[in-house]
């Protein structure tokens, strides 16, 4: 039996949530770590193989398994969802392995395997009834975590409800051939990747949950997932160019807010919504260049800034909440810390030389083929993301020095996470032509979709089919 054939997604996906009900019962904090982080590094190694058996399009035994379970296959990968599946595995497993000792009591680590579990399911779903169900459970673990540390859940309730009415009545005007269908679930996209006007709940959520939790929920950017799967095959133009222009402007608005905040958690959701919402923009530009650069940016941003928010995550564990009105010198504590916020930083604005480089860059000229207009848009949104940055950094590590009276230097754990992540920033960087590739062909298997897919529910594997079916292309134009 070929070691790719086991059911690798299945058990990936189950192993967070039978240990999230296991440390549910127990109360010592270390163990319960020390369990989560095994978990999480076993989950990880999991997804890897099972993105390594739709590569070699290796049948899996799971395949079987679900089918007498559930009549059908609910959770099976494609080249679109592979490498998200991993991504989000891989941020689980070092957000929890960065937590510092003082954030341990704070976070639940039976919540933090549980979302894990449902957005690797997430990620692993392809039939749109089962996303819809899952994109609606993602929301449950920041809110119990919210009202479990007693803090304001309102705006971030509201919001969520409103998104999965959405998709239900949008998903069934879809399959009842409605034309209001398609227009539906745009606002439940929109609602959930935070677009303009419907963004507040972003900062609430980082303002009440853990920062941890907050990280996880937002940079797999579901939102952009949801797109994909829901609306972009079965939408008219109209309601895709719709997405890409509010996305345009809340790119630029929240790229302009980011550059006056005075919290560090405002800040970083104002740079969340920025790099986001230009990822949404590559899918209106209809242009094989625009979509792979989309598609590239994607896993690009979820990297940098959740390697940004971890660095943030320890000097708050450190500090407290710091005050974005002074300079606080902090360079000289933890060198280590400052070189981290800088590359993850920079890697998210697509810095030369990092994996975000090469996808703005093609993002950027993708745009100005199919409209000058939107080009300089991006341009001027990553300018200012960039300034925003480099404001931050300033004032964060440089200044007068604060001699502490205990060290509070960069530990081992969160050097490792920190080293992982920019190590995969440079690396892409450094050789961008596999990441191109590979992102290529699913953008160009997006757009062979069939023509009657584009405007009513033919077959909810159509998508899967088209990534499966279409040839690898023989050089990237």
């Not at 920041?142 to 007693?150: D, H, S, T």
């Not at 100005?368 to 001027?380: D, E, P, Q, Y």
């Not at 062979?448 to 998508?463: G, I």
Request: glycine letters at 8%; hydrophobic letters at 55%; aromatic letters at 10%.
């Amino acid at each position: 039996m070929n070691l790719l054939s086991l059911p690798w997604v299945e058990l990936a996906v189950a192993l967070p949530l039978v240990t999230a009900c296991g440390l549910h019962f127990v109360k010592n904090i270390e163990l319960s770590w020390r369990v989560a982080v095994a978990m999480t590094s076993l989950s990880f190694f999991m997804s890897i193989l099972a993105w390594a058996s739709t590569l070699h399009e290796v049948p899996s035994l799971g395949a079987s398994y679900q089918s007498q379970l559930f009549g059908h296959v609910v959770l099976r990968l494609d080249w679109l969802g592979g490498p998200l599946f991993v991504l989000v595995a891989l941020l689980h497993l070092l957000t929890i392995l960065t937590t510092a000792k003082v954030k341990m009591t704070r976070l639940s680590f039976s919540g933090h395997l549980l979302g894990e579990s449902i957005r690797m399911a997430t990620f692993a779903c392809i039939d749109p009834w089962p996303l819809i169900v899952l994109l609606s459970l993602a929301a449950l673990p920041p809110y119990r975590e919210m009202v479990k540390r007693k803090k304001p859940t309102r705006v971030f309730l509201i919001h969520m409800l409103a998104f999965i009415v959405l998709l239900v009545v949008g998903w069934v005007g879809v399959e009842r051939h409605a034309t209001w269908g398609p227009v539906v679930l745009m606002f439940a996209v929109l609602l959930r990747s935070g677009t303009f006007p419907l963004h507040l709940w972003v900062s609430e959520l980082l303002e009440h949950a853990t920062f941890g939790t907050a990280i996880l929920f937002l940079t797999p950017i579901a939102g952009m997932y949801a797109a994909l799967r829901l609306v972009f095959p079965v939408s008219p133009d109209w309601v895709m160019q719709t997405i890409g222009i509010l996305s345009l402007v809340t790119a630029i608005y929240a790229a302009g807010l980011a550059l006056v905040q005075t919290d560090p958690r405002r800040f970083f959701a104002q740079l969340f919504l920025s790099h986001s919402s230009l990822v949404l923009v590559g899918l209106e530009l209809h242009t094989p260049l625009s979509l792979t650069g989309a598609l590239f940016l994607w896993p690009s941003v979820a990297l940098s800034l959740g390697g940004l928010g971890m660095v943030l995550r320890a000097i708050e564990a450190r500090h407290g909440k710091l005050s974005l009105k002074q300079y606080h010198g902090l360079y000289e504590q933890s060198p280590s810390l400052a070189v981290g916020f800088a590359l993850m930083g920079l890697g998210s604005v697509g810095f030369p030389g990092t994996l975000g480089f090469v996808a703005a860059e093609l993002l950027v000229d993708g745009a100005i083929s199919s409209s000058i207009a939107v080009g300089i848009v991006l341009v001027i949104a990553g300018a200012l993301n960039g300034i925003a940055i480099l404001r931050i950094y300033f004032l964060i590590f440089t200044g007068p020095m604060q001699i502490p009276t205990i060290p509070i230097g960069i530990t081992l754990r969160e050097r490792f996470g920190i080293l992982v992540l920019g190590g995969l920033l440079l690396g892409g960087g450094l050789m961008p032509q596999i990441g191109v590739e590979y992102f290529h062909k699913v953008a160009r298997a997006l757009q062979n979709l069939p023509v009657e897919s584009k405007n009513v529910v033919s077959d909810p594997l159509t998508v899967e089919r088209s990534l499966r079916d279409t040839p690898p292309p023989e050089e990237f134009e």
